[in-house]
């Protein structure tokens, strides 16, 4: 248990302070006979705390306070002390003018008064609204809007390049009172003007929510997080996200018939959109929902993340997020070789990916993945006089350039004694999901994690960690690749070939091998010209089961590929053709509104 985790269940209610947690009241004397607050402080990076009450005075450490509660501290492992260092931002170079005839029209159109806009800071430049962000007082990024309806082709929103990712107008909010997070600028105006306190927006829309990493602390600071999305599908998404990285517990939500909190206010005014947020409701817990109410499926919608082989994207239709993927393969088949692969290709589609190798250092992984991120061409060549052939060396540029590609998208768990426990497996996988994002996750393998047994059974301890891992993938919509060993050392696998319980099979979404094909398999006509296999014994949704996807394999580079590509094994990724994200703002959906109606040609009062 971590001291957050400890003032959740046994200082709440609390508010914190710097470094420290301060409950109302102190655990150990609860105040005394005039009930005195705040005199209890837990700081969380000496990991001591103490009351100030004289008559109490109790001391110590962070440990002796989870052993006087029944509760057992974390180990000295301190993974928030081993964070990369922090990214470099590009201070804007806007100059701020103040707001002219055009766009003040443009805001007083949408119920924006000069009070507002002034008080939110909100500037011009060339003629385009700007809203500059701020972080303790220094400007961080610089967004622009237009202040008419956007010529065909042309971007609403844009930033400057090279700004940090926060929320706009969190300087102005109060820790001690609910915050309110929306979808864009002018809905935060729109609730400011309204008299809603405390509101918050989000950079970018439904397309970046960095700032909640970059804003992971600040955002700590509240109990109460009222989200307030836009009333399309892009809104539902970006509420769900910011639910499951904020906490249901403290998260809100506002539901209204117009698309956004703008529209909510030039249709019913100020009072309605304030009853609104007042009203917001509570997260619900799941349990029980009625048939009726759920959205009807859309295949073609759901999200998926894209294996490195066509062919196995044809069988699976991808690897859909919220399921699991059960590996196995005997050894040296290639299993943990084409995972790698796999979240390379992860990576190179925007996602970011965390993964426990519990047979290989990191030092061992990182040589792996980044010969098969450099492939073929992009390796050199030295003779080996040992094994008396050639052998790949990484070229020290490349490497380079592919460590600056996935450095914020590629995490590894450490373990520090070679074998990781269930309890901190999922802390740091949490961790990951919640800090940095991460979409895609590897344990390989089930073998080397030492899960808690069930009445001291193996097979029921390893069925219950499956579980969880089925249970972590839904609960943040992840995708999890999980590699267990087979039952037998040699041949062809089956489904009922995977070692342990099998109740591992029956719970996961999808259960695939790797097969090596030995010499007298690749002289059958059906596999000729072939290096390996992915057997596709299962896959839940599709109901597809025993597939086969023939693969060459590059031994050089670690790289598999199917002789229908054209490329054959030097696919480049993102590092080598300079793939970067997009700056910019997702468009929603329009509604007509006057505001949309104002076209680049009208002449303005002056």
Same mark, same amino acid.
């Given at each position: 248990?971590?001291?957050?985790?400890?003032?959740?269940?046994?200082? @709440?209610?609390?508010?914190?302070?710097?470094?420290?947690?301060?409950?109302?009241?102190?655990? @150990? *004397?609860?105040?005394?006979?005039?009930?005195? =607050?705040?005199?209890?402080?837990?700081?969380?990076?000496?990991?001591?705390?103490?009351?100030?009450?004289?008559? *109490?005075?109790?001391?110590?450490?962070?440990?002796?306070?989870?052993?006087?509660?029944?509760? !057992?501290?974390?180990?000295?492992?301190?993974?928030?002390?081993?964070?990369?260092?922090?990214?470099?931002?590009?201070?804007?170079?806007?100059?701020?003018?103040?707001?002219?005839?055009?766009?003040?029209?443009?805001? %007083?159109?949408?119920?924006?008064?000069?009070?507002?806009?002034?008080?939110?800071?909100?500037?011009?430049?060339?003629?385009?609204?700007?809203?500059?962000?701020?972080?303790?007082?220094?400007?961080?990024?610089?967004?622009?809007?237009?202040?008419? =309806?956007?010529?065909?082709?042309?971007?609403? #929103?844009?930033?400057?390049? $090279?700004?940090?990712?926060?929320?706009? &107008?969190?300087?102005? /909010?109060?820790?001690?009172?609910?915050?309110?997070?929306?979808?864009?600028?002018?809905?935060?105006?729109?609730?400011?003007?309204? $008299?809603?306190?405390?509101?918050?927006?989000?950079? #970018?829309?439904?397309?970046?929510?960095?700032?909640?990493?970059?804003?992971?602390?600040?955002?700590?600071?509240?109990?109460?997080?009222?989200?307030?999305?836009?009333?399309?599908?892009?809104?539902?998404?970006?509420?769900?996200?910011?639910?499951?990285?904020?906490?249901?517990?403290? *998260? @809100?939500?506002?539901?209204?018939?117009?698309?956004?909190?703008?529209?909510?206010?030039?249709?019913?005014?100020?009072?309605?959109?304030? =009853?609104?947020?007042?009203?917001?409701?509570?997260?619900?817990?799941?349990?029980?929902?009625?048939?009726?109410?759920?959205?009807?499926?859309?295949?073609?919608?759901?999200?998926?993340?894209?294996?490195?082989?066509?062919?196995?994207?044809?069988?699976?239709?991808?690897?859909?997020? &919220?399921?699991?993927?059960?590996?196995?393969?005997?050894?040296?088949?290639? %299993?943990?070789?084409?995972? $790698?692969?796999?979240?390379?290709?992860?990576?190179?589609?925007?996602?970011?990916?965390?993964?426990?190798? &519990?047979?290989?250092?990191?030092?061992?992984?990182?040589?792996?993945?980044?010969?098969?991120?450099?492939?073929?061409?992009?390796?050199?060549?030295?003779?080996?006089?040992?094994?008396?052939?050639?052998?790949?060396?990484?070229?020290?540029?490349?490497?380079?350039?592919? #460590?600056?590609?996935?450095?914020?998208?590629?995490?590894?768990?450490? #373990?520090?004694?070679?074998?990781?426990?269930?309890?901190?497996?999922?802390?740091?996988?949490?961790?990951?999901?919640?800090?940095?994002? /991460?979409?895609?996750?590897?344990?390989?393998?089930?073998?080397?994690?030492?899960?808690?047994?069930?009445?001291?059974?193996?097979?029921?301890?390893?069925?219950?960690?499956?579980?969880?891992?089925?249970?972590?993938? %839904?609960?943040?919509?992840?995708?999890?690749?999980?590699?267990?060993?087979?039952?037998?050392?040699? &041949?062809?696998?089956?489904?009922?070939?995977?070692?342990?319980?099998?109740?591992?099979?029956?719970?996961?979404?999808?259960?695939?091998?790797?097969?090596?094909?030995?010499?007298?398999?690749?002289?059958?006509?059906?596999?000729?010209?072939?290096?390996?296999?992915?057997?596709?014994?299962?896959?839940?949704?599709?109901?597809?089961?025993?597939? !086969?996807?023939?693969?060459?394999?590059?031994?050089?580079?670690?790289?598999?590929?199917?002789?229908?590509?054209?490329?054959?094994?030097?696919?480049?990724?993102?590092?080598?053709?300079?793939?970067?994200?997009?700056?910019?703002?997702?468009?929603?959906?329009?509604?007509?509104?006057?505001?949309?109606?104002?076209?680049?040609?009208?002449?303005?009062?002056?």
């Amino acid at each position: 248990m971590n001291p957050f985790q400890f003032a959740d269940k046994h200082l @709440y209610p609390y508010k914190i302070s710097g470094n420290e947690i301060q409950p109302v009241k102190c655990p @150990y *004397c609860g105040g005394g006979r005039h009930n005195d =607050k705040y005199t209890f402080a837990l700081n969380t990076e000496k990991l001591i705390f103490n009351c100030l009450r004289g008559s *109490c005075g109790k001391t110590g450490t962070f440990y002796q306070l989870c052993k006087d509660f029944g509760e !057992e501290a974390d180990s000295g492992e301190d993974y928030e002390r081993r964070l990369p260092p922090k990214k470099a931002y590009k201070k804007p170079q806007t100059e701020l003018k103040p707001i002219g005839n055009r766009v003040a029209e443009y805001l %007083k159109l949408r119920g924006i008064s000069r009070e507002t806009w002034e008080r939110r800071k909100v500037s011009e430049e060339k003629g385009n609204i700007v809203f500059p962000y701020y972080e303790n007082g220094e400007l961080v990024l610089v967004k622009y809007k237009l202040p008419r =309806k956007p010529n065909p082709g042309e971007n609403k #929103s844009w930033r400057e390049a $090279g700004g940090k990712s926060v929320f706009w &107008g969190m300087d102005d /909010c109060n820790p001690s009172k609910p915050l309110v997070i929306c979808e864009g600028e002018m809905d935060a105006l729109a609730l400011d003007e309204a $008299g809603v306190e405390n509101v918050v927006s989000v950079p #970018s829309g439904t397309q970046d929510l960095t700032c909640v990493e970059n804003n992971w602390d600040w955002l700590q600071q509240f109990n109460k997080i009222i989200i307030w999305a836009d009333n399309d599908e892009a809104g539902q998404e970006m509420e769900k996200k910011l639910i499951g990285k904020l906490g249901e517990w403290r *998260c @809100y939500t506002v539901r209204s018939k117009y698309k956004d909190a703008n529209v909510h206010l030039y249709k019913e005014g100020k009072e309605s959109v304030k =009853k609104a947020v007042e009203n917001a409701k509570e997260v619900p817990v799941a349990g029980i929902i009625r048939l009726a109410n759920v959205r009807q499926l859309d295949y073609s919608k759901i999200e998926k993340v894209k294996s490195s082989i066509e062919g196995v994207n044809e069988v699976l239709g991808g690897y859909m997020m &919220g399921q699991v993927s059960i590996w196995t393969g005997i050894n040296s088949s290639g %299993k943990s070789t084409f995972l $790698g692969q796999e979240l390379l290709a992860a990576i190179d589609q925007g996602y970011k990916v965390c993964a426990y190798s &519990g047979e290989l250092p990191a030092s061992f992984f990182k040589y792996w993945i980044d010969l098969q991120a450099s492939g073929p061409k992009n390796l050199d060549r030295v003779f080996d006089t040992i094994k008396n052939e050639y052998v790949p060396k990484l070229n020290k540029e490349v490497v380079k350039k592919i #460590s600056q590609w996935y450095e914020d998208k590629f995490f590894l768990y450490d #373990s520090t004694n070679g074998i990781a426990t269930e309890k901190d497996l999922f802390k740091i996988f949490e961790y990951a999901a919640r800090r940095y994002n /991460c979409k895609v996750f590897l344990v390989d393998n089930l073998m080397t994690t030492e899960f808690e047994r069930v009445d001291n059974d193996f097979y029921r301890g390893q069925s219950a960690f499956v579980g969880n891992v089925i249970s972590f993938a %839904k609960r943040f919509d992840a995708h999890v690749h999980l590699v267990a060993h087979p039952r037998k050392a040699f &041949g062809k696998l089956t489904k009922m070939d995977v070692s342990g319980s099998g109740d591992i099979t029956n719970r996961a979404d999808n259960v695939l091998a790797v097969h090596r094909l030995s010499q007298k398999e690749k002289e059958k006509e059906e596999y000729h010209g072939l290096d390996n296999l992915v057997q596709i014994f299962k896959n839940r949704i599709n109901g597809t089961q025993d597939e !086969e996807v023939g693969l060459k394999f590059d031994a050089f580079s670690k790289r598999f590929y199917q002789e229908r590509d054209i490329e054959g094994p030097n696919k480049k990724y993102g590092w080598e053709y300079g793939k970067s994200e997009i700056e910019g703002f997702y468009e929603v959906e329009q509604t007509e509104l006057p505001w949309d109606e104002i076209e680049g040609d009208i002449k303005w009062a002056t």
